[in-house]
C-alpha cells in the first residue's frame, strides 16, 4: 500500500431552496473540489499537504472541514492509527453560500474510504462529513454534504439516532449568481445566529406545506409550482435578506427574465434561479449580472444542472 492514494470530485451544492432550511440541497454541477487521500506509512492521523486551485487563498487551513470529517471518519471505522494525508484542489468559492466546505468534506470522506478499502455506507460517510462541517459552521451540518455525497436533490432528516438522508433524481436547470464581495470566514455560523429561536405555529406550518409541495413539485418535474414554493419561505429568508447585497433588485430582476423561482444559496450571499432550460437561462444570467452592477458590485452568473455523488477521479491503490 506504499504511495497508495485516491482522488475524488465532490459537487457544489445550494441549500434550503426557500423554505428547505436544514433539510434540503441540491447538488450542482457549477463548481466542484477534488480531494486526494495518500496513505502514509509509518505516521498516524489526518493532516493537510497542500491547496491549490482557484479559490485556494480563501481555505481555512486550520479548522479544515475536509480534515477534519476525515479524522472522524478513521475514528468511526476504529483505524485512527492510520496516516493519511491530504492535497485538495478548490473550485468551489469559498463562504459563498456554495457548499464549498460541504464539498471539500465530502470528497475526503469517499477518497479516505476508497484508500483504506473499506464500504462503510453513505450513513457512515455522511455523519463523518456532516460533523466536519463543525469546524467551519460551528455545528454538524449535513444537508450541503448529503447534496455533494450523494448528488440529485438530498432530503435530510435528523433522528435520535443519527441522519437519514435520500437523494431523489432530478433533471432540472438552475442559475447561480456570485457576487464578487469580500470572503467572510465564519460566515455560515453568524448567518445562522440571526435566526430566530421561535416561530408562531401558523408561520411554521406554512412553511412545512409549501417544503413538502416543493419537493413533491421537483419530483413531478413541475418546475413552475417548485419556483412558487421557493419564493414563499417566510421563516428563514427574511431575515437572511437584509445581509445579501442587492438582494431585492436581484429577485425582481430574475423573474422579470423568466425565472421561475429564486431563493438564497444556503447561507448566500449567492442567489439560486429555477429555469425552464438551457435556452432560459441566458436571460436569466444575463439580468442577475446587470441588477448587481445597477448595485454597484460585480458578479458572475453561471447556468448549471443538477450534478451526480461524489465520484473517484484517480486512483493508485
Given at each position: 500500500?506504499?504511495?497508495?492514494?485516491?482522488?475524488?470530485?465532490?459537487?457544489?451544492?445550494?441549500?434550503?431552496?426557500?423554505?428547505?432550511?436544514?433539510?434540503?440541497?441540491?447538488?450542482?454541477?457549477?463548481?466542484?473540489?477534488?480531494?486526494?487521500?495518500?496513505?502514509?506509512?509509518?505516521?498516524?492521523?489526518?493532516?493537510?499537504?497542500?491547496?491549490?486551485?482557484?479559490?485556494?487563498?480563501?481555505?481555512?487551513?486550520?479548522?479544515?472541514?475536509?480534515?477534519?470529517?476525515?479524522?472522524?471518519?478513521?475514528?468511526?471505522?476504529?483505524?485512527?492509527?492510520?496516516?493519511?494525508?491530504?492535497?485538495?484542489?478548490?473550485?468551489?468559492?469559498?463562504?459563498?453560500?456554495?457548499?464549498?466546505?460541504?464539498?471539500?468534506?465530502?470528497?475526503?470522506?469517499?477518497?479516505?474510504?476508497?484508500?483504506?478499502g473499506t464500504s462503510p455506507g453513505a450513513g457512515v460517510l455522511l455523519e463523518a462529513a456532516g460533523r466536519g462541517e463543525s469546524v467551519s459552521a460551528g455545528t454538524s451540518h449535513y444537508d450541503n454534504v448529503a447534496a455533494s455525497l450523494l448528488g440529485?436533490?438530498?432530503?435530510?432528516?435528523?433522528?435520535?439516532?443519527?441522519?437519514?438522508?435520500?437523494?431523489?433524481?432530478?433533471?432540472?436547470?438552475?442559475?447561480?449568481?456570485?457576487?464578487?464581495?469580500?470572503?467572510?470566514?465564519?460566515?455560515?455560523?453568524?448567518?445562522?445566529?440571526?435566526?430566530?429561536?421561535?416561530?408562531?405555529?401558523?408561520?411554521?406550518?406554512?412553511?412545512?406545506?409549501?417544503?413538502?409541495?416543493?419537493?413533491?413539485?421537483?419530483?413531478?418535474?413541475?418546475?413552475?409550482?417548485?419556483?412558487?414554493?421557493?419564493?414563499?419561505?417566510?421563516?428563514?429568508?427574511?431575515?437572511?435578506?437584509?445581509?445579501?447585497?442587492?438582494?431585492?433588485?436581484?429577485?425582481?430582476?430574475?423573474?422579470?427574465?423568466?425565472?421561475?423561482?429564486?431563493?438564497?444559496?444556503?447561507?448566500?450571499?449567492?442567489?439560486?434561479?429555477?429555469?425552464?432550460?438551457?435556452?432560459?437561462?441566458?436571460?436569466?444570467?444575463?439580468a442577475l449580472e446587470e441588477a448587481y452592477s445597477s448595485c454597484g458590485l460585480e458578479a458572475a452568473a453561471k447556468a448549471t444542472r443538477v450534478a451526480g455523488p461524489a465520484e473517484v477521479v484517480g486512483a493508485h491503490i
Open positions: 500500500m506504499t504511495g497508495a492514494w485516491v482522488r475524488v470530485r465532490a459537487y457544489s451544492s445550494s441549500a434550503n431552496l426557500g423554505p428547505g432550511f436544514d433539510a434540503l440541497a441540491v447538488a450542482l454541477d457549477a463548481f466542484y473540489d477534488e480531494v486526494e487521500a495518500r496513505l502514509e506509512p509509518g505516521a498516524r492521523g489526518v493532516w493537510l499537504d497542500g491547496v491549490s486551485g482557484p479559490h485556494a487563498s480563501d481555505v481555512d487551513l486550520e479548522a479544515n472541514t475536509a480534515v477534519e470529517a476525515a479524522r472522524i471518519l478513521l475514528a468511526l471505522l476504529g483505524r485512527a492509527e492510520e496516516g493519511v494525508s491530504l492535497r485538495i484542489w478548490k473550485g468551489v468559492p469559498v463562504s459563498r453560500g456554495l457548499g464549498s466546505s460541504g464539498a471539500s468534506a465530502a470528497a475526503a470522506v469517499v477518497a479516505v474510504s476508497r484508500l483504506l440529485g436533490l438530498a432530503v435530510v432528516v435528523a433522528m435520535p439516532h443519527g441522519v437519514k438522508a435520500l437523494s431523489l433524481p432530478l433533471d432540472a436547470w438552475f442559475v447561480v449568481v456570485v457576487p464578487q464581495v469580500p470572503a467572510r470566514r465564519g460566515k455560515t455560523g453568524v448567518m445562522r445566529g440571526v435566526l430566530p429561536r421561535q416561530v408562531e405555529l401558523g408561520r411554521a406550518v406554512g412553511n412545512w406545506q409549501k417544503l413538502a409541495m416543493l419537493v413533491a413539485a421537483l419530483v413531478k418535474g413541475d418546475y413552475r409550482l417548485a419556483g412558487e414554493m421557493m419564493m414563499g419561505d417566510n421563516i428563514v429568508e427574511p431575515v437572511r435578506a437584509p445581509f445579501v447585497p442587492c438582494y431585492d433588485k436581484v429577485r425582481e430582476a430574475a423573474v422579470e427574465a423568466g425565472a421561475l423561482g429564486v431563493a438564497i444559496s444556503g447561507a448566500g450571499p449567492s442567489m439560486l434561479a429555477l429555469v425552464e432550460g438551457p435556452e432560459a437561462a441566458e436571460p436569466v444570467a444575463r
